[in-house]
């Protein structure tokens, strides 16, 4: 391990700088859309191949009276807030979701644990990554094993990390199916559900369509299983054990074997005699010495050997033991880390990366609104630049009067207002899709029932004014009712007796 040492210390600024690029991969990664809207500003803001001055260049008018160029701006920052923050609706929706999946209040595993789990694997693998690398590399270098013990050793923590995290998953997706078969079969509604053949509509974007249906159900649409809806083989979790007792019984294998090799090397240069020594043991007993004199020293030097060596070698498998449970304890610790923070819903996983660590919806929105205003502030630059560039070009070539119209108007037409108008669009497309996706017997039944609505309170002036209708109708029934001929007989006999 000496080696070793001398090597991290020779190239520890090498190393220093592989590990501060692998810490920035891991946060470009992390923030990966805020660096995506970084460079799309700065693409907008180039002075000569900026998309600024191409979208310049369109003239055309839409119906509703914007420049095309101008949606089309304001379409691709708005998506930067769509990625980056959802709207409050989305963080109902996402909070609702995770409950009906058993997974509100499990996180993702974060930055810095995922830096510190790593590093954990890596350092245990490296000590018989270096061991394993005498043998990958036979023949090679001193200088070289070492350089092949840390690829060795970072293979094998990529590996064990990947599998260890698989593992803890998979555990925690079994549990959940598992709780959904038990909580079915102890509902003793007659009309209780069939798992088998469910047609999964549920999405994050309509989360609502089964908050009726019982608790397992809404488990079950959420969580992929097999065509007998039951746990089945824990494939990932075999994998894990049989690499891990692999690698920590390979790994101490090889331990001893080196350190069986060392001491085999040692004795048999010990064994050796040396051209130095004035005299030895054997020299006395070759001179003439009785055996009874030497066989005791003898016997004594043999015995002190043997223990120092049992003891050495009940030390050494000791180490390899203790370091054999450290390396299987940090892998049950990966598994534990992957229970904890993995996610069994199909879309989980993006539903806590809405709600974030918000505790309510209040401090979310007051979140949103700041992203969303910084957001627009850098859309609306943009924009206001393109509306300058638009109305210059117009200058420049000549537009006729619906152009015209449209550039006076530009300081109406700002990126809220867009964004604005995409959300409520949004919001009925979202609707309009809710209202064909119910069932076909209740779109019937709407259709045949009619609509009943309550009479609203007649006013004094219309009670008023629908009296005095209903009495002119009586009077004009009087003079247009039909004269009978006795009606008749005894009008004429009153006119005849006048005369």
């Given at each position: 391990m000496d080696e070793?040492?001398?090597?991290?210390?020779?190239?520890?600024?090498?190393?220093?700088?592989a590990v501060l690029t692998a810490i920035f991969v891991i946060l470009v990664i992390t923030w990966w859309d805020e660096v995506k809207l970084?460079?799309?500003?700065?693409?907008?803001?180039?002075?000569?191949?900026?998309?600024?001055?191409?979208?310049?260049?369109?003239?055309?008018?839409?119906?509703?009276?914007?420049?095309?160029?101008?949606?089309?701006?304001?379409?691709?920052?708005?998506?930067?807030?769509?990625?980056?923050?959802a709207d409050p609706?989305?963080?109902?929706?996402?909070?609702?979701?995770?409950?009906?999946?058993?997974?509100?209040?499990?996180?993702?595993?974060?930055?810095?644990?995922?830096?510190?789990?790593?590093?954990?694997?890596?350092?245990?693998?490296?000590?018989?990554?270096?061991?394993?690398?005498?043998?990958?590399?036979?023949?090679?270098?001193?200088?070289?094993?070492?350089?092949?013990s840390f690829f060795i050793a970072f293979l094998i923590s990529c590996v064990l990390v990947f599998l260890t995290h698989q593992s803890g998953q998979e555990l925690h997706k079994r549990g959940l199916i598992k709780k959904v078969r038990t909580w079915w079969m102890h509902d003793t509604d007659e009309d209780r559900a069939n798992l088998l053949g469910r047609?999964?509509?549920?999405?994050?974007?309509?989360?609502?369509?089964?908050?009726?249906?019982?608790?397992?159900?809404?488990?079950?649409?959420?969580?992929?299983?097999?065509?007998?809806?039951t746990p089945g083989a824990p494939i990932w979790t075999i994998i894990a054990t049989i690499a891990i007792i692999g690698v920590a019984v390979g790994a101490t294998y090889v331990r001893y074997e080196t350190y069986q090799q060392e001491k085999t090397a040692e004795t048999i240069g010990s064994d050796t005699p040396s051209s130095n020594s004035i005299f030895s043991l054997g020299d006395l007993q070759s001179d003439g010495l009785?055996?009874?004199?030497?066989?005791?020293?003898?016997?004594?030097?043999?015995?002190?050997e043997n223990e120092q060596e049992g003891a050495r070698d009940a030390a050494n498998l000791t180490t390899y033991a203790i370091l054999a449970t450290l390396f299987i304890l940090i892998q049950i610790m990966g598994i534990g880390i992957g229970y904890k923070t993995g996610f069994a819903g199909k879309e989980s996983a993006t539903a806590r990366g809405i709600i974030r660590n918000f505790p309510s919806r209040t401090s979310y929105e007051a979140w949103y609104e700041r992203k969303r205003d910084a957001i627009a502030r850098v859309a609306q630059k943009h924009l206001s630049n393109l509306q300058v560039r638009l109305t210059a070009n117009a200058a420049a070539n000549g537009v006729d009067k619906t152009h015209r119209e449209v550039l006076m108007g530009s300081a109406d037409r700002t990126f809220i207002d867009h964004h604005e108008q995409s959300e409520n669009k949004a919001e009925i497309s979202r609707q309009n899709a809710d209202k064909r996706k119910q069932s076909p017997v209740q779109a019937a039944k709407?259709?045949?029932?009619?609509?009943?609505?309550?009479?609203?309170?007649?006013?004094?002036?219309?009670?008023?004014?629908?009296?005095?209708?209903?009495?002119?109708?009586?009077?004009?029934a009087r003079e247009e009712k039909t004269e009978t001929e006795e009606e008749m007989r005894e009008r004429i006999r009153k006119e005849m007796g006048e005369s």
């Open positions: 070793l040492y001398a090597f991290l210390l020779a190239y520890r600024a090498i190393i220093g700088a970084f460079f799309k500003s700065m693409m907008y803001s180039l002075p000569i191949i900026g998309k600024t001055r191409r979208l310049a260049k369109d003239m055309s008018v839409r119906k509703d009276g914007w420049f095309a160029s101008e949606r089309t701006l304001c379409d691709d920052f708005a998506g930067d807030i769509r990625r980056i923050a609706e989305m963080y109902d929706r996402s909070k609702s979701y995770l409950g009906k999946v058993q997974e509100l209040g499990r996180n993702e595993l974060g930055v810095f644990m995922r830096i510190l789990l790593i590093a954990m694997v890596f350092v245990e693998a490296l000590g018989f990554a270096y061991v394993l690398a005498g043998y990958t590399l036979p023949g090679a270098s001193e200088q070289l094993q070492v350089q092949g047609t999964n509509k549920v999405t994050l974007e309509n989360d609502q369509v089964d908050d009726n249906d019982p608790a397992y159900m809404q488990i079950l649409h959420r969580v992929d299983t097999n065509a007998h809806v009785p055996s009874a004199l030497t066989q005791p020293q003898a016997d004594a030097d043999q015995q002190a709407e259709e045949l029932t009619p609509a009943v609505s309550e009479p609203s309170p007649e006013t004094r002036e219309e009670m008023e004014a629908r009296i005095r209708q209903e009495l002119l109708n009586e009077k004009q």
